[in-house]
């Protein structure tokens, strides 16, 4: 059973939208207690806290999009 949580874990970590990872890196916390925060959120805000998680995803996901450097025009 913890084999299969500990699986599950690394599955999220390796290919997640990074948003717990690269918050922690921006406030200078773990990315451990990053994800707890917005566990715990998420279940006293009845998932308001899944929603901001969400939309963080994807405005980091945009920004990536936005800011990617293109060599050449054939890039497009």
């Excluded at 207690?33 to 994807?58: C, E, N, P, W």
């Amino acid at each position: 059973m913890m084999k299969a949580i500990y699986s599950l874990r690394y599955y999220l970590e390796k290919r997640g939208f990074y948003v717990s990872s690269r918050l922690a890196d921006r406030l200078g916390m773990r990315a451990k207690s990053v994800r707890l925060f917005f566990i715990y959120v998420s279940f006293a805000t009845l998932g308001v806290g899944f929603a901001v998680y969400l939309t963080l995803a994807f405005l980091l996901k945009l920004k990536d999009l936005v800011n990617t450097k293109r060599s050449s025009v054939f890039d497009l």
